[in-house]
C-alpha cells in the first residue's frame, strides 16, 4: 500500500515534468509561427493549461464538501507560483522587464487578490461574491485580446504567419503534453494528500501546502524549464496569468457549486501574504526595469517564512 502509493507520487513527478518540457516547447514555436508574442501565449494558453489542476482539484473539493481545501489549493498555489516558482527562476537567472504589458498584468492580478480579502470579509465567499471574481477574469481575458489585436494591426500585422493546419506538430506536441502535466498532476495530488494524511495535518495546511505545491509544480516545472532555454519572458507571462485564474476563475467557478466559507486563518494571515508577495513581485520589477537574482532570493525567503509560520502558529 505504501510503497504503490509512493511509485505512483513519483510516477506523477515524471508525467509533469515530461509534460511540462513537450509543451513549453510547442508554446514557444506557436508563439513564433503565429506571430503572437511569448508573453501573450504565456498570459492565456500556457496558464489555461498549467492551471488545469488547481482548477480541477478545487471545483472537485467545493462539489464534494472539502471547502477547506478548494480555498487553501487556489490560495496556496497563488503563493507558491510567485514564493517558489518565481522566486526560484529569479534566483536563477535575472529577468529584464522590457516589456510594459508587466506593469498591467500585475496590476490585474492584484485587483483580484484585493477583490477577493474584501468581498470575504464576513466569512464566506457567495455565488454573487464569485460572479464579480468572474467579471474580473473575463476582463483579463478581454485586456489580452486587446493586446493581441493592437499588435496584429500594427507592424506585426504585415508579418507572415502560418496557418494552424501548418502546426500540426506543435498543437499535437502541446495538447499531449498539458495532458501529462494535468494528469501527472491529479496522481500526484492524490497520493501527496493520503501521504497527508498519514501524518495527520490539518486539511487547510495540506491545501496551502502539498495540494498547492502539487498543482503549481505545472507552473514551477513551466518557469524553470523557459527560463534555462532563454524564454523569462513566457516565465512572467505564464506565473502572472495563472495567478489571477487562481483568484478569479478557480474560486469564481467554485463559488457558484456551494458558498465557501472562510476560516479566520485566511482573512489574518494567508491572504495578506499573498498580496504582500504578489506586491513585492510587481514592485521589484517596476523599479529598474528588471528582477535581479537577489530579489529573487527575497522572494524565496518570504515564501519558506509563511510555510514555517503555517506549521508554528496554525497546525
Known amino acids: 500500500m505504501v510503497m504503490s502509493t509512493l511509485l505512483l507520487f513519483l510516477l506523477g513527478l515524471i508525467l509533469i515534468t515530461k509534460g511540462a518540457d513537450w509543451f513549453i516547447e510547442s508554446a514557444v514555436s506557436i508563439s513564433t509561427k503565429s506571430g503572437l508574442p511569448k508573453i501573450i501565449i504565456g498570459a492565456t494558453i500556457v496558464s489555461f493549461a498549467t492551471t488545469a489542476p488547481e482548477f480541477t482539484v478545487s471545483a472537485i473539493a467545493a462539489y464534494i464538501g472539502h471547502t477547506d481545501l478548494t480555498i487553501g489549493n487556489a490560495v496556496g498555489s497563488a503563493i507558491c507560483n510567485i514564493g517558489l516558482a518565481l522566486g526560484l527562476v529569479i534566483t536563477i537567472k535575472a529577468i529584464p522587464m522590457e516589456d510594459g504589458a508587466f506593469l498591467h498584468k500585475g496590476a490585474i492580478m492584484l485587483f483580484s487578490g484585493l477583490t477577493l480579502i474584501a468581498l470575504t470579509l464576513d466569512g464566506n ?84 501546502t502539498l495540494v498547492a505545491l502539487g498543482t503549481s509544480l505545472p507552473e514551477l516545472i513551466t518557469a524553470v524549464s523557459a527560463t534555462l532555454k532563454g524564454h523569462q519572458d513566457l516565465s512572467i507571462g505564464n506565473i502572472l496569468g495563472a495567478n489571477t485564474m487562481d483568484i478569479a476563475m478557480i474560486l469564481g467557478f467554485s463559488s457558484q457549486i456551494r458558498t465557501l466559507p472562510i476560516l479566520d486563518q485566511s482573512i489574518s494571515y494567508d491572504f495578506p501574504v499573498m498580496i504582500l508577495i504578489m506586491l513585492m513581485l510587481v514592485i521589484f520589477g517596476i523599479t529598474r526595469k528588471r528582477l535581479d537574482r537577489w530579489e529573487g532570493g527575497v522572494i524565496l525567503i518570504t515564501y519558506f517564512a509563511y510555510l514555517a509560520g503555517l506549521f508554528i502558529f496554525y497546525n
Open 125 to 208: 465567499l457567495t455565488s454573487i461574491d464569485g460572479l464579480i471574481l468572474l467579471a474580473i477574469f473575463v476582463g483579463f481575458l478581454y485586456y489580452n485580446y486587446r493586446l493581441q489585436s493592437a499588435i496584429f494591426n500594427g507592424s506585426e500585422k504585415k508579418r507572415e504567419k502560418l496557418s494552424l493546419k501548418e502546426m500540426k506538430s506543435e498543437i499535437f506536441y502541446f495538447i499531449l503534453g498539458s495532458a501529462c502535466v494535468v494528469i501527472g498532476s491529479r496522481v500526484l495530488v492524490d497520493t501527496g494528500t493520503e501521504i497527508a494524511y498519514w501524518l495527520g495535518i490539518p486539511e487547510m495546511i495540506i491545501g496551502l
